[in-house]
């Protein structure tokens, strides 16, 4: 391999897995505003499996040509003019990459935006840390930026277990809030409890039965909902008068009756958005710090599910996709 280029990932074409392919690509340099890092490991997003399969139909999904991955951890390699926050040698993560014209993470190396990265959390590995930020942004954005979350409130995290939903159970604990999340099956519901919230089976329990036993009938103070579509009205059902629901997917037709009926705030989160139209890009770094500095106290650490190499990615899609699935699959892509 030449000096000037780097091993990645890429997709020429969409469809399924077996699209995305190793390839020897140019080596990006530090433009304004930008670090140049050696990417040690990325992980794998609901997101990088839409932009995959679905071509450019949406405004954040890369055209082929393109290199998929969005998160990372990795070291710092340069800097470029205007970039005072960070130096050579230091570890940083972040999620900058993979969206619209941004080149993705399934990389060697990656020129990001300062602005969207931050120091790593000392007490995770690098494959740990590329685990977390683009979950870890949307569960920090829905639960205080949007909802306002406070000590001593009560939230529910629908889809408890799952990527975002198992790190928005962490942070609303270490908040003070009083967190109950739903998921199914006993896997699901031990990690639930593992992680410091009340479990709920929505299987077992409907949202009127355990808004009953849980709220006194009143309902929660906060809802997040991690997975959308159909299931966004069970959290409009599940939130008291004039409460709030945040929600990751909200693309469709959604009936909204119950949301007006108890006069609830409805917030999307797509935290897409920075890259997309380059709008609050400064917001991104300053919730990594916020999440770092949460992860040393001991209070959120990411689960993971599986470690695939760089030249595997396929799989590593391929098992994000599997059912079975418990927390973030990771591409290790340097020892």
Known sequence: MKASTMKAQMIRENGGPEVLRGEEIERPAAGAGQVLVRIAASSVNTADLMARSMGPVVDFIPTPPAVLGMDFAGTVEAVGPGVTGFAVGEAVYGCAGGVAQHQGTLAEYIAADARLIARKPAALSMVEAAALPLVAITAFEALFDRMGLTLGQSVLVHGGAGGVGHVAVQLAVAAGARVFATGHGEAQLELITKLGATPIDYVAESAEQYVERYTDGRGFDGVFDTVGGQNLPTAFEAVKLNGHVATTVSIGEIDLTRAHL???????????????????????????????????????????????????????????????????VVVQVAE
């Open 262 to 328: 108890r006069g609830a705030t409805l917030h999307v989160v797509y935290m897409l958005i920075p890259l997309i139209h380059d709008h609050g890009a400064a917001r991104h770094g300053e919730i990594l710090t916020a999440v770092a500095a949460q992860v040393d106290a001991g209070r959120v650490r990411p689960v993971i599910d599986s470690v695939f190499p760089l030249a595997e990615a396929a799989d590593a899609h391929r098992r994000m996709e599997g059912k079975g699935r418990l927390g973030k």
